[in-house]
């Protein structure tokens, strides 16, 4: 790397940190120092939680109410949700009863005490807490001293739900092959306890049943803390099965279950898809595309309000619009767990009602991989330890190395070439060997629709940290992709990373080749930049002064969906989380002579006639 790009890279990772800082929150369960806590039962106060028992008739989540009484009560008192419900120094990685601390684990969860009215006068309160079936019992404490200075005074009853290891939380994923399927799910069933497989099929014909491979990890698997000490949670078993020789665009119904060794069966919920269609068929066809959504909470629990503030809003939004969409690309920055282990389990839990029922694609973003020294490459903590194992381990994509998270996927008139923007990417290295015979092997004739995808903006974005250095992307990127976009016709390029909406002209060298801005038709001379990073963390700012090559952006939350009717039309809507409508839209209408048409930088040799 010269001086110079080596001086840019450097200033826009100092930019970016220093945009994170102002305000825009950071992960909650971070701001507990656990490690300081203190243990100070008080015989005058108490905590109880009930029912007992959840999940009594399957459920995979449940209401819990916990009451609690704390006899000198303040503004920083709060309750942590602990699972397991056994916490104490003997947990802690290398105890032997020596000095050290006495808690080495973060609650899952937790609530401020004064959230409970009149809790600040009588030292009584009642709180209501959603819990999701994550493999272990769970019991509630009370501590004093605010978050920073933690001193627990009670620990609650235990409770668990009525079978801890039952399948939950199925993800759909499509896999190497057009006409395959993956099923990825989590049990605490290890494969010597119980065998898992999907049982699927077509209605009103006999069901087959499909073996599933097992994985796990430990914390010698992953790189750092806070993954591997206070944010480190047992994650079970993670369970995929390959359900092949699909029939284009039929409905299959599937359920995922576990065979235990006297011959019963534990089962998952039953649900259904629709199989992909032919590379090349001619249907309608639905794509949603977002990046940065993390997770939230439903339970009344205000901890993420900065933090993932609309990613409940987009969760739901797509959920009511689901006989809809075909196939959704969530292009990194996934639950902002950051080291967080339970978080994963939570944030499965909050989109099932998508994964269980659509290919649920992702891509690589700096809070899954980065991390120092660990062959990322940027050389920051963004992932709290976790240097990609989480992402790699509980969704599947069809990479041919899970480490190297770049792949490729055809949907009908669709191809995607999906980029991990956390390894290097620069001409001459794998990666870029990748994207381009991603791009060159498409049949244009019959997969019109080229789509480049990356986590980082590679291509254009006017967010403050980007455009404060007057780069308006990653240092280099464009230099090193922007022949190939040009070269091999790329329609839409779509980013995340930075948390806002915005769509380019049509653009090639930083200029506009057209400057039509909702109805693009004949030759298009440059691709469509998009930054989709307003899946639901907090916003992010824009330049003051609008460059010229962008067309529409705005600080709220969304996604793009894009739907292709044929070979020459496509339409694309930007929507807004909060309700569903279209706030940005264009359509693209061409005929193939109009990709083999010479513009600049991309036009086939030819000889002069006879």
Known sequence: MRGGAAARLACCLLLQLVAAGEGHGVQPLSRIAIHRARVALDASAAVRASPPLLGSQGEDTAWVTVNFVVPHPSDGDWIGVFSPSYFNASTCPGSHGGPGPVICSAPIKYQFANYSSDYGKSGKGTLKFLLINQRQDFSFAVFTGGLSNPKLIAVSNKIAFANPKAPVYPRLAQGKAWNEMTVTWTSGYDINEAYPFVEWGIKWNPAVRTAAGTVTFDRESICGDPARSVGWRDPGFIHTAFLTDLWPNK???????????????????????????????????????????????????????????????????????????????????????NGYISQWDQFTQQVEAITSRVPYMIASG????????????????????????????????????????????????????????????????????????????????????????????????????????????????????????????????????????????????????????????????????????????????????????????????????????????LLYEYKRSSDGEVYDSFTLHREYRDLLACVKDSCPPTIPPA
């Open 366 to 569: 700096n809070h899954e991989r980065d991390w120092p020294n660990s062959g990322s490459f940027y050389n920051v903590s963004d992932s709290g330890g976790e240097c990609g194992v989480l992402a790699e381990t509980m969704y599947y994509t069809p990479t041919e190395n899970r480490a190297n998270y770049w792949y490729s996927t055809d949907y009908g008139m669709f191809r995607f070439c999906v980029a991990d923007s956390e390894h290097d990417w620069r001409e001459g290295t794998e990666q870029y060997k990748f994207i381009e015979n991603c791009l060159a092997t498409v049949d244009r004739k019959k997969q019109p629709w080229l789509i480049f995808i990356a986590h980082r903006v590679l291509g254009y974005s006017s967010g403050f940290f980007y455009g404060r250095d007057g780069s308006f992307a990653e240092p280099m990127s464009r230099e090193s992709l922007q022949k190939l976009w040009q070269k091999y016709r790329v329609d839409i390029a779509f980013y995340g990373h930075v948390h806002n909406y915005e769509r380019t002209c049509p653009v090639y060298e930083k200029q506009c080749v057209s400057s039509e801005k909702s109805h693009y038709t004949g030759t298009m001379n440059g691709t469509i930049h998009v930054v989709v990073g307003g899946g639901g963390s907090h916003l992010s700012n824009f330049t003051v002064d609008v460059p010229a090559w962008s067309v529409y952006r705005e600080m709220e939350y969304g996604f793009v969906k894009l739907t292709a009717f044929n070979y020459s039309s």
């Open 251 to 337: 409905e299959y119904y599937y359920k995922i279950g576990h065979m235990m060794p006297d011959g019963n069966v534990v089962w998952g919920k039953l649900n259904s898809f629709k199989a992909p269609p032919y590379p090349g068929q001619k249907s309608l066809q639905r794509v949603v595309i977002f990046g940065d959504m993390g997770k939230a909470e439903r339970d009344g629990s205000n901890e993420y309000s900065n933090y993932q503030p609309g990613s409940l809003n987009t969760t739901d939004t797509l959920v009511k619009d689901l006989d809809n969409i075909d196939i959704v690309f969530h292009i990194g920055d996934i639950t902002y767990a």
